[in-house]
């Protein structure tokens, strides 16, 4: 079974430019989750998809940071424009909700590291 | 709002011995999920033990197990028989059972050194 997919690994900007992150979950969950982790702290939530629909986007800074997942499979995150205290780490996860869900387990991807200078 | 604190920023240990990682948390709800994960240096999250609130045993996974005081509200982790391959950052994680979100409220972290 492939893993959840994330590109690219590794991205440095200035300050005041864009990025994107993608993300490619595991074939068949539905639900789709994308974390901020800064160096030194534990991953926080910026986003829960559910299918295509957003569940929980209380966390994300929408003045420069948006979401999508059309047809409810991947995703993508952009941040415009960045800020310096957006370096970090953007981890993308994934989970199969639901009775057939083996107690809410979340699976990583390897997440995209994201320097802003 | 619930909150996982873990205290230890560091520890280490000597391969083979067996180590003892502290999280406690605050909720007020009385049915959740906890969570262990660890974090090599690739950055690929790894579920290493989970366990739901309403069972009172103590979940295992090989060398790893949990003391889980839910009074106390407190979740350990214990690794025996620690390996090289152990040396990680280690993350306690919450879960709500109800409501639509899913999100893991994670800890600070704490990087685990293992000695040869």
């Known amino acids: 079974e492939a893993g959840v997919a994330q590109s690219p690994r590794y991205k440095i900007i200035e300050k005041r430019q864009s990025v994107a992150f993608w993300c490619n979950p595991i074939?068949?969950?539905?639900?789709l989750y994308w974390y901020q982790q800064i160096l030194g702290q534990g991953p926080k939530l910026l986003i829960q998809?559910?299918?295509?629909?957003?569940?929980?986007d209380s966390q994300l800074p929408k003045d420069r940071f948006s979401a999508e997942r059309l047809k409810g499979v991947d995703s993508t995150l952009k941040i415009q424009p960045a800020k310096l205290e957006d370096s970090a780490v953007y981890l993308c996860?994934?989970?199969?909700?639901?009775?057939?869900?083996?107690?809410?387990?979340?699976?990583f991807g390897p997440g995209t590291r994201l320097t802003v200078t | 709002a619930q909150t996982v604190t873990q205290s230890q920023p560091e520890m280490s240990v000597q391969e083979a011995e067996t180590v003892t990682l502290s999280c406690t948390y605050d909720?007020?709800?009385?049915?959740?999920?906890l969570f262990w994960y660890k974090q090599p240096p690739s950055r690929q999250m790894i579920l290493v033990i989970r366990?739901?609130?309403?069972?009172?045993q103590n979940a295992t996974e090989n060398r790893f197990s949990v003391n889980f005081q839910k009074a106390a509200k407190s979740f350990s982790l214990k690794i025996s028989d620690s390996q090289l391959g152990d040396a990680a950052m280690y993350f306690c994680?919450?879960?709500?059972?109800?409501?639509?979100?899913?999100?893991?409220?994670f800890g600070q972290g704490t990087t685990l050194q293992v000695k040869p």
């Open positions: 996860a994934s989970s199969l909700e639901g009775l057939a869900a083996k107690s809410y387990e979340q699976y």
């Open positions: 074939s068949g969950h539905a639900t």
């Open positions: 998809f559910q299918n295509n629909g957003v569940v929980d």
């Open positions: 909720t007020s709800e009385s049915d959740y999920y």
């Open positions: 366990q739901e609130a309403y069972k009172q």
């Open positions: 994680a919450y879960r709500r059972t109800t409501g639509n979100t899913g999100k893991l409220i």
